[in-house]
């Protein structure tokens, strides 16, 4: 029934090769203890981190924080004449597909994305395949829309309606992809195609590696820091899922407003990081155990102005710098220094990213700086 695959170059979620297809730990690899027992002695960070959106990046479909407030009934449409509806029949959510003739009724088993904007179901079809759902949660709107990437698709009939088919065997742009980047630990799958993981979300182990020895013996010698590398290495290590630098920035099309969720890959392109000589890096802007919640924008322009000085004094921090930093345009004072230089994008309604390329951007271009 299912045997479509279509090309990847087209999806949303997905835009280009796998980066995650590295990431799995080597079937040999143990030592995962799971971020309750970091907990134990750690409990600043848990706190914090427990309620971020990485700890939420996963859940089963019908456990997850805003299964309730999903606008069950609602129904979507889609071309030519498919009706999808949400219904929640008991503990489960189910959606049923309808087009003049047929009805396709089928579990929601998994959900991604915190539902900081969106969040998108993928239920198991059979031994080989998962399905994506074409219809995904929009937290703005409060309402169903198309998976990023599948609204162009035309699906010729029900099944391929239902959504985007991926192999359950494809270790470079199979299912696997999806849960590696939402999940921490091994994944792997079992005879019938059942994906087995370790901790849904991002939790501590993702980033510091297997903890079983530290957590028996702590020491700072038997765990990893994301925090001890530099900024460059720290544009790699959070690229491996928020994507990396490009190898050869003249072939990425930065016209694309997709390619602007790729934070790593935006940020190594500004002066401000390849002159700043290692100061600025994620961890500038964002603590990695961060809480959902905006910050002020008072705290991204201290940041700013930490290295561009508002007064004609040079900054201690960046003065081993080739270029210095020049001071900020006067004349934009007090307003919000990323309003201007690190403009919103929005790829499709509902969806916004933070063009980190910071530069200059006149008369309204939002995608690419002038420099
Ligand atoms: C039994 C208590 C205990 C448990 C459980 C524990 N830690 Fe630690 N952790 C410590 C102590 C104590 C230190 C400080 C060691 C030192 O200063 O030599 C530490 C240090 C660290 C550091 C800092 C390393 C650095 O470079 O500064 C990180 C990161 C860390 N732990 C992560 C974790 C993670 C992740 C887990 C769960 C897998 C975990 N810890 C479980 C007690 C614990
Ligand atoms: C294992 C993959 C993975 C790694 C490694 C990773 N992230 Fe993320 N990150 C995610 C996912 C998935 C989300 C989206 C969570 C959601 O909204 O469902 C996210 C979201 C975020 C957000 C948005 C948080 C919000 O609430 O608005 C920030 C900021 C972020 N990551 C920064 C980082 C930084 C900095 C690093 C490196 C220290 C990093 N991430 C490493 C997968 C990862
Ligand atoms: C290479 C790692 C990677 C892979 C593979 C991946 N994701 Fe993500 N995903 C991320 C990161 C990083 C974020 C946070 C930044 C963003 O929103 O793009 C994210 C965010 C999301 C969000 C939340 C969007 C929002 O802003 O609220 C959803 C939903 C999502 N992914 C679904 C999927 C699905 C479904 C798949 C498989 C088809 C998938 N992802 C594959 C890394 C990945
Ligand atoms: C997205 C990646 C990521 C995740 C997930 C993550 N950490 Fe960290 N952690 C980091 C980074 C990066 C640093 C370095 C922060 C810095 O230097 O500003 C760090 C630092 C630490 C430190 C050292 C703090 C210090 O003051 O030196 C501890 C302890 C720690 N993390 C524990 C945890 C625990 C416990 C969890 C799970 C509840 C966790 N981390 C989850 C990336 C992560
Ligand atoms: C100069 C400050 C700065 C640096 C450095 C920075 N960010 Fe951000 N980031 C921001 C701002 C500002 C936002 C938007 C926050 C908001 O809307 O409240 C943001 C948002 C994000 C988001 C949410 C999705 C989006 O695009 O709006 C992710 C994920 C993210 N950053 C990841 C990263 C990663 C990974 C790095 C390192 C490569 C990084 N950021 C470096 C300032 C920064
Ligand atoms: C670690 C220090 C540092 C931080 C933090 C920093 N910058 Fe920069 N920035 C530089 C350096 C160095 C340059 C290159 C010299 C110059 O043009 O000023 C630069 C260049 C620029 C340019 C000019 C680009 C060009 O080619 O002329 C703008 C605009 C800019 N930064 C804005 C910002 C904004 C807005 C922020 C905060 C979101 C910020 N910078 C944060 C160091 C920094
Ligand atoms: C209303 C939009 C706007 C805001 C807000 C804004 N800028 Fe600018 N900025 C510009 C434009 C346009 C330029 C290029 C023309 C110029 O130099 O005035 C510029 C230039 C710069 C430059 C390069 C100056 C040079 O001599 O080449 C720096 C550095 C800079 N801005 C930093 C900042 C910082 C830091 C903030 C926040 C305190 C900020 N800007 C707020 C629009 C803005």
Redesign the pocket.
Known sequence: MFTRRLTWLKLGWLIGANPAAHLGAPPEESGFVGAATCSVCHSKESAKQASSTHAAALFRGSNHPLADSFPLGQKLRRNPGYQFEFLRPGAQIRVRITDQNDVMDLPIEWAFGAGRQAVTFVTRVNQDWYLEHYSSYFTSSHAWGPTPGQEPIQAATLPLAAGLLYKTTDTTNGIAGCFECHSTGPVSFNASGEVQLGELGVTCEFCHGPGAEHAAAPSKKNIDSPGRLSATQLNQFCGKCHRPPAANPAAVDWNNAWNVRHQPMYLNES??FR??KG??SCL?CHDPHEPSGRRPTTF?NR??T???PISSLRSS??TN?T?R??PVCLQQIPSN??DC??PRVSPQPGLRFTNHW???YPNGAKLKPI?
């Open positions: 002066a401000c002159e700043g100061v600025l500038t991204y940041r700013c930490a290295c561009h921090i960046a710098s270029r930093p020049k220094c990323i230089h690190m910071i530069g200059i420099r």
